[in-house]
């Protein structure tokens, strides 16, 4: 499982802020607002990134193209968050970090016309930066701001920009 970008404490820092517009609110109320944004704008997909996001999706119908999850809330165990997909990929990544074997996974899955989602062992969090990187134009990435709401970032030209600076900050390769 060879690692390719390790989070530097700054980093770290600065990506405690949203990526993209948050939407603050219970689920219920951020569910509502994701999809009348779902319904004007038409994303050409949505990647969900989280267990809860992921979950609150599927409870309102609302089927990503791609769903990352750890089985994790708050970096506590949940029960598996069970989604209706049509291919599964398992994948080890640490936290802070984000492996070869994860990127791989996400190009994958976003290459097939099939809903998917993957199983991180580990922590996913990190993985929105790829999702963001390998989404189609346009599309939404979508994950949680504890406490706060849900953030939604549109895979823009310019955010992919931003997001490819990201990880050009990162460490490259593991720390061992």
Not at 23 to 33: A, L, M, Y
Not at 83 to 109: D, S
Not at 147 to 155: D, L, P, Y
Request: aromatic share 4%; net charge positive; glycine share 6%.
């Amino acid at each position: 499982m060879p690692i390719k970008y390790t989070l530097t404490p700054e980093l770290r820092i600065k990506l405690k802020q949203p990526l993209g517009t948050l939407i603050r609110g219970s689920f219920t109320e951020t569910t509502k607002r994701f999809s009348a944004m779902v319904n004007k704008e038409k994303p050409s997909s949505i990647i969900s990134v989280g267990d809860t996001v992921s979950r609150n999706l599927a409870k309102n119908h609302i089927l990503p193209t791609l769903s990352i999850i750890d089985n994790k809330c708050m970096r506590k165990s949940i029960t598996p968050t069970m989604l209706a997909t049509e291919k599964t990929f398992y994948v080890k990544n640490p936290r802070g970090t984000i492996t070869e074997e994860a990127i791989a996974a996400i190009q994958e899955a976003l290459q097939s016309s099939q809903h998917a989602k993957i199983v991180v062992e580990g922590e996913e969090d990190l993985l929105t930066i790829i999702a963001i990187m390998q989404a189609p134009q346009d599309s939404f990435v979508l994950y949680g701001q504890p406490h706060e709401g849900i953030v939604v970032v549109k895979a823009t030209t310019d955010k992919k920009t931003e997001v490819s600076e990201i990880l050009k900050g990162m460490e490259k390769g593991s720390k061992n």
